[in-house]
């Protein structure tokens, strides 16, 4: 792909993805967590899948391929966002982003472990500078409380989806893939929710817009994105930009929310870029020895 389309699109992705925690806070105050991330992926999911439909894209073939579809639905849509979005009961938003956005780290040490995949010694450095830089962003202030635990899960299984993602995702249209996977996941949080909160949405025309803006944006048009960006890349480099989201989401809670933006989030933005490009930097070239003349 085109390196100016590529980042183009990784800006994108990254900016709706920071935008999904200060809206999704937002949006918890209609509903409880996993009732709301429910209503977002099925909604979201039964419009994307009409859509491709409407426009003949290749449905998944076979059991396999739909149960393919499902898994990285109840990981990706459920377990990630849900774990996401239940921290915030204990943890703010921004640490929560911190947290899930740990991802890059965990997919570059299940790809050694499990995948076969061998990273050079200046990838790994550049993963742990944007590991730090997030921290430093976020002023370090993280504390162990029952939402980190949470929200590491939720970087565990995003890491999951993204390696699962990589290796099914050529078998399929991955729009068509991101259609069936919301729609899996938001049905997993719906069962989830039934058992643990008592389901329940508040009607207004602030919450119709926050949940049409998290289902059409920060669902459709996210994960449509996101999904085409690990199939044509390396998702441990394409993971790696995952650490520009929580400097996205201090901005924007900053603009919708009203909350502070302090000094040291610039400081930690310029190791955030650091690590991303250590993370995607190519091996110099050896160039060929000149044959000595006879």
């Not at 999911?45 to 149960?67: D, E, N, S, T, Y």
């Not at 911190?98 to 050694?112: A, D, E, F, R």
């Not at 394409?238 to 502070?260: A, D």
């Amino acid at each position: 792909m085109n390196k100016i389309r590529y980042f183009g699109l990784v800006a994108i992705t990254t900016l709706i993805m920071g935008l999904a925690f200060p809206v999704g806070k937002i949006a918890l105050r209609y509903a409880p967590p996993f009732f709301m991330m429910s209503i977002r992926f099925i909604l979201a999911g039964i419009l994307l899948a009409f859509i491709v439909r409407l426009l003949g894209r290749q449905q998944p073939r076979g059991g396999k391929q739909w149960l393919q579809a499902a898994v990285i639905g109840l990981i990706q849509s459920g377990a990630v966002m849900g774990c996401a979005y239940y921290s915030m009961r204990w943890i703010t938003s921004g640490e929560s982003a911190i947290i899930t956005c740990s991802n890059p780290l965990i997919v570059i040490v299940l790809g050694t472990l499990f995948g076969g995949a061998s990273y050079r010694a200046v990838q790994w450095l550049g993963v742990a500078v944007g590991l730090a830089g997030v921290a430093f962003a976020f002023g370090f202030q993280l504390g162990l409380q029952p939402g980190t635990f949470i929200g590491l899960a939720g970087a565990f299984c995003f890491a999951v989806a993204t390696l699962l993602i990589k290796r099914w995702g050529p078998g399929f249209d991955m729009t068509v893939l991101a259609a069936y996977q919301m729609l899996a996941g938001g049905l997993g949080l719906l069962v989830l929710s039934l058992f643990t909160e008592q389901p329940h949405f508040a009607f207004s025309a602030s919450s119709v817009l926050v949940t049409l803006w998290l289902s059409l944006i920060c669902s459709i048009l996210q994960f449509a994105l996101w999904f085409y960006l690990l199939r044509t890349g390396d998702p441990a480099k394409t993971s790696s930009f995952l650490f520009l989201v929580p400097v996205f989401g201090v901005f924007s809670s900053w603009l919708l929310l009203g909350e502070q933006v302090h000094w040291y989030v610039g400081v930690g933005g310029a190791f955030i870029c650091a690590g991303i490009v250590l993370v995607n930097r190519e091996p110099r070239k050896r160039k060929a020895a000149v044959p000595l003349s006879a």
